[in-house]
């Protein structure tokens, strides 16, 4: 069934579902119209044989069983229509489960998506325009994609493009509720010059895939909100290989017109380029600017799953040996390749851990999507976790420059902070695809 098929039988299946609904009702209200209602007592005029009180007391007789009829009527009509809505999901579930069953993932390639570059600016580098999308079909959102080329493969990459001697791998996810799709990351490759380019999104940073699996999060030789070590199973998904830099963040800001209340002063104290990364942001300018580039922060799960680089059991992204860490971080202090006191460093400025992502030890902490509470990993779902429902503070990962220890290099170490706040050490990435 291809993506056309897929979205007329969503279409189909929810017709049903919004007409389940109507019809309940319409025979509910059948129902009540066949349920017999007394009218009000007819209440023969006192005669002159009869006291005021005693034709008082006769009409407050007759109220009353009016009122004890219409009293048996009510509760009939409330205990029909108390049936409505579970009537509904009743008849509506078989068609909730069918329609569920068609939101899947598919994987098409250059017969079926097509790509137009725009024009290279040769300064950048980059084709800032380019657009991937689904042949002949509306119903999948366009993908924005600002393609890094190097000047020397830019006019060789666009000719292939033109001739179709490319090849396209693009990952679509069908929302069937919605009846739509979105290209959540994809791949080309240049077959004349035998190079490969992946998913960037429009703030023109780097992903790399994360490959699905399972991990035990946590740690049981750190701190108790640590505890217990679990086992995590996790979808694949991309994340940016650095940090979102002071430069993509300007750019953002600049282009959305989205109004930043922090202070560019403050972040050039401890940030000092546009290569450096983005500080004194708050979870909730994060997430603004993820939702501009079309991808999101990373759950927590998510965060430690990639921090961990594919190895098993250790303490730091890259092995168990403390006394290395200079050589793989900055935090405060210097030595070995840490060269900046009391500020941050250039984005990659180490050597990346196992999934190719740089700096996910040290330089900032890092905003994660979920609440955080101490006490989650007690009960915490052991699928694509995303977090407690509710809190008042968002979880925070990877240490920073700031703090003159290794405890929170720790891929397992927790923090926390207030969503609304900024300082000098805040920083974040994204991700996208699956959740």
């Given at each position: 069934?291809?993506?056309?098929?897929l979205?007329?039988?969503?279409?189909?299946?929810?017709?049903?579902?919004d007409?389940?609904?109507?019809?309940?009702?319409?025979?509910?209200?059948?129902?009540?119209?066949?349920?017999?209602?007394?009218?009000?007592?007819?209440?023969?005029?006192?005669?002159?044989?009869?006291?005021?009180?005693?034709?008082?007391?006769?009409?407050?007789k007759?109220?009353?069983?009016?009122?004890i009829?219409?009293?048996?009527?009510?509760?009939?009509?409330?205990?029909?229509?108390?049936?409505?809505?579970?009537?509904?999901k009743?008849?509506?579930?078989?068609?909730?489960?069918?329609?569920?069953?068609?939101?899947?993932?598919?994987?098409?390639?250059?017969?079926?998506?097509?790509?137009?570059?725009?024009?290279?600016?040769?300064?950048?580098?980059?084709?800032?325009?380019?657009?991937?999308?689904?042949?002949?079909?509306?119903e999948?959102?366009?993908?924005?994609?600002?393609?890094?080329?190097?000047?020397?493969?830019?006019?060789?990459?666009?000719?292939?493009?033109?001739?179709?001697?490319?090849?396209?791998?693009?990952q679509v996810?069908?929302?069937?509720?919605?009846?739509?799709?979105?290209i959540?990351?994809?791949?080309?490759?240049?077959?004349?010059?035998?190079?490969?380019?992946?998913?960037?999104?429009?703030?023109?940073?780097?992903?790399?895939?994360?490959?699905?699996?399972?991990?035990?999060?946590?740690s049981?030789?750190?701190?108790?909100?640590?505890t217990?070590v679990?086992?995590?199973?996790l979808?694949?998904?991309?994340?940016?290989?650095?940090?979102?830099?002071?430069?993509?963040?300007?750019?953002?800001?600049?282009?959305?017109?989205?109004?930043?209340?922090?202070?560019?002063?403050?972040?050039?104290?401890?940030?000092?380029?546009?290569?450096?990364?983005?500080?004194?942001?708050?979870?909730?300018?994060?997430?603004?600017?993820?939702?501009?580039?079309?991808?999101?922060?990373?759950?927590e799960?998510?965060?430690?799953?990639?921090?961990?680089?594919?190895?098993?059991?250790?303490?730091?992204p890259?092995?168990?040996?403390?006394k290395?860490?200079?050589?793989?971080?900055?935090?405060?202090?210097?030595g070995?390749?840490?060269?900046?006191?009391?500020?941050?460093?250039?984005?990659?400025?180490?050597?990346?851990?196992?999934?190719?992502?740089?700096?996910?030890?040290?330089?900032?902490w890092?905003?994660?999507?979920?609440?955080?509470?101490?006490?989650?990993?007690?009960?915490?779902?052991?699928?694509n976790?995303?977090?407690?429902?509710?809190?008042?503070?968002?979880?925070?990962?990877?240490?920073?420059?700031?703090?003159?220890?290794?405890?929170?290099?720790?891929?397992?170490?927790?923090?926390?902070?207030?969503?609304?706040?900024?300082?000098?050490?805040?920083g974040?990435?994204?991700?996208?695809?699956?959740?």
């Amino acid at each position: 069934m291809d993506i056309g098929q897929l979205l007329k039988k969503a279409g189909e299946l929810q017709k049903k579902i919004d007409q389940v609904g109507p019809q309940v009702r319409s025979e509910v209200n059948r129902q009540i119209a066949a349920i017999p209602r007394a009218g009000k007592t007819r209440v023969a005029p006192k005669d002159e044989f009869e006291t005021r009180a005693m034709y008082q007391q006769r009409l407050q007789k007759a109220g009353q069983r009016d009122q004890i009829a219409e009293e048996r009527y009510q509760r009939e009509v409330d205990q029909i229509r108390a049936t409505i809505d579970s009537e509904i999901k009743t008849r509506s579930q078989g068609y909730q489960e069918a329609l569920s069953l068609l939101n899947r993932e598919l994987v098409l390639d250059e017969r079926q998506v097509a790509l137009s570059l725009g024009g290279y600016d040769a300064e950048k580098e980059v084709f800032a325009e380019a657009v991937l999308s689904v042949k002949s079909n509306r119903e999948v959102e366009s993908l924005p994609w600002v393609l890094k080329v190097a000047l020397a493969e830019a006019k060789q990459f666009k000719e292939s493009v033109s001739n179709e001697t490319v090849k396209i791998r693009a990952q679509v996810e069908i929302e069937a509720e919605s009846q739509r799709g979105r290209i959540e990351s994809a791949v080309v490759e240049d077959l004349v010059q035998g190079l490969r380019y992946e998913l960037m999104g429009q703030d023109g940073a780097g992903m790399v895939r994360i490959p699905a699996g399972s991990f035990q999060m946590g740690s049981r030789d750190g701190e108790s909100n640590e505890t217990p070590v679990h086992k995590v199973q996790l979808d694949a998904f991309y994340m940016d290989v650095h940090e979102v830099t002071v430069g993509q963040f300007r750019e953002f800001v600049n282009q959305s017109g989205c109004s930043y209340e922090g202070d560019w002063d403050d972040v050039a104290k401890y940030s000092a380029g546009d290569d450096y990364p983005m500080i004194y942001v708050s979870w909730n300018d994060a997430g603004a600017y993820a939702k501009w580039t079309g991808k999101r922060l990373p759950t927590e799960a998510e965060w430690e799953y990639a921090a961990r680089g594919g190895l098993i059991g250790k303490r730091y992204p890259w092995g168990d040996d403390e006394k290395v860490a200079r050589d793989h971080a900055n935090y405060s202090g210097t030595g070995g390749k840490d060269e900046w006191e009391w500020a941050t460093a250039p984005v990659g400025s180490f050597e990346a851990n196992g999934y190719g992502l740089y700096d996910m030890a040290g330089n900032v902490w890092e905003w994660c999507a979920d609440w955080y509470d101490g006490d989650y990993y007690q009960n915490a779902s052991s699928k694509n976790p995303l977090g407690p429902g509710t809190g008042s503070r968002r979880v925070l990962r990877g240490g920073s420059w700031y703090y003159n220890n290794t405890f929170t290099l720790r891929v397992a170490s927790r923090s926390n902070y207030s969503p609304n706040n900024r300082t000098y050490d805040l920083g974040f990435r994204c991700v996208s695809g699956s959740i």
